[in-house]
């Protein structure tokens, strides 16, 4: 029997392949920052751009398909995933680094129907990295198959975080207090790369065994959360039950063991829904 999806994710490799290119072009000129939500929430020219590029590419080969969009959000598109073909899309996951030009820094693209990721694709463009997994079908680095470190012991384990700004004192100091209890478990050290489709990718090729957040989105965890589960990683939601795209957090760690003693561990605090009516 045909996949007829694989159709969708070989033309998509190609597309983000050239969003790379225009994203590494744009780090060799100045790059004009923007800001949104707060002091630290930033959106560049080549964000807009590249989103563009990607969404228009799409859309004149698939013009049924539905699209949810970093950008496109931000400038008041709704975020409702659908049953729909649905293509979620951050042109530049990890912006802040994009601005400093510290070397991570991902095009994500997650492809879903009937609500279920169906592929994900993370393009390190300034690693030259292409993580791509199809249900079913494994998860690969530039064409190699990759896997969890099938790490099962905590203490002897590499943590991804992220950590920055909230406007909110109470949820800033529960961000830190979560990181003094991780530290203290205590784990070989916790990381903070800057960009969550990357975090999940380390963690796929089993060069960090857990990573956890709070407060990103669907666009940020779509590609990667393909990746993770086809690497065979655990992936679920902050507070141990299951994973849920549009509930901007989660955990994802190289065995249920770790990724259920990290949900345990840490405190949550409300970060809202992507899906969710304003």
């Known amino acids: 029997m045909s996949d007829p999806w694989q159709e969708c994710m070989d033309f998509c ?14 780090l060799q000129k100045d790059i004009a920052i923007m800001q949104k939500s707060s002091p630290v929430d930033l959106v560049t020219e080549t964000d807009q751009r590249v989103e563009h590029l990607i969404i228009s590419s799409i859309k004149e080969k698939y013009p049924t398909h539905s699209f949810i969009g970093e950008e496109s959000v931000a400038a008041g598109a709704p975020s409702i995933l659908s049953d729909n073909p ?9 912006t802040t680094n994009f601005v400093h030009r510290f070397p991570f820094v991902s095009v994500s693209v997650g492809f879903t129907v009937k ?25 690969f680095c530039n064409g190699v198959p990759i896997k969890v470190s099938g790490q099962e012991d905590i203490t002897k384990s590499l943590v991804l975080t992220e950590m920055g700004f909230k406007n909110d004192p109470e949820h800033f100091r529960i961000m830190m207090a979560n990181m003094k209890t991780i530290l203290s478990i205590p784990v070989h050290g916790i990381r903070s790369p800057g960009s969550a489709a990357v975090n999940m990718c380390l963690v796929a090729c089993g060069a960090a065994d857990a990573y956890y957040h709070m407060g990103i989105h669907c666009w940020d965890m ?5 990746i ?14 299951s994973f849920d795209l549009m509930s901007r957090r989660l955990v994802v760690a190289s065995s249920r063991a770790i990724a259920e003693r990290i949900a345990k561990e840490i405190t949550e605090f409300p970060c809202g829904r992507d899906d969710a009516e304003d």
């Not at 490799?13 to 744009?26: D, L, N």
């Not at 979620?88 to 996951?93: G, H, L, R, Y």
């Open 13 to 26: 490799v190609e597309v983000t392949r050239q969003a790379g290119k225009v994203i590494r072009e744009a």
């Open 86 to 94: 649905t293509w979620i899309i951050d042109p530049i996951d990890g």
């Open 115 to 139: 609500k279920e990721i169906e592929f994900g694709i993370v393009y390190s463009c300034i690693e030259d990295k292409m993580y791509t997994a199809r249900k079913g079908k494994g998860a």
């Open 222 to 226: 779509a590609g990667g959360a393909a």
């Open 228 to 241: 993770i589960t086809e690497a065979g990683g655990v992936i679920m939601d902050i507070s141990g039950g």
